[in-house]
């Protein structure tokens, strides 16, 4: 998968990236696990490691998630 470079962005896995691009959208997580065939608990695990790695210590909000994916030029799907 090519991804821009961007300089400081977190190093996310095509899985971490494929979660995140799917909650910017305005998915839930059991909408994420139905659309990918993985489990909810693995998509709450996916956005803690992508919340972790990007530094994001809000759980409440997905508006850092939204400035990540922006940051990492994604499109929400």
């Known amino acids: 998968m090519n991804r821009p470079a961007t300089s400081g962005a977190p190093d996310l896995t095509a899985v971490e990236v494929a979660v995140l691009r799917r909650a910017v959208g305005g998915l839930a997580e059991k909408e994420i ?30 508006r850092p998630l939204v400035l990540l994916a922006r940051r990492l030029g994604l499109e929400p799907t």
């Open 33 to 62: 696990a139905t659309a990918l065939g993985l489990c909810r608990q693995s998509v709450g695990r996916h956005l803690r490691r992508i919340r972790n790695k990007a530094g994001i210590t809000t759980l409440q909000s997905r």
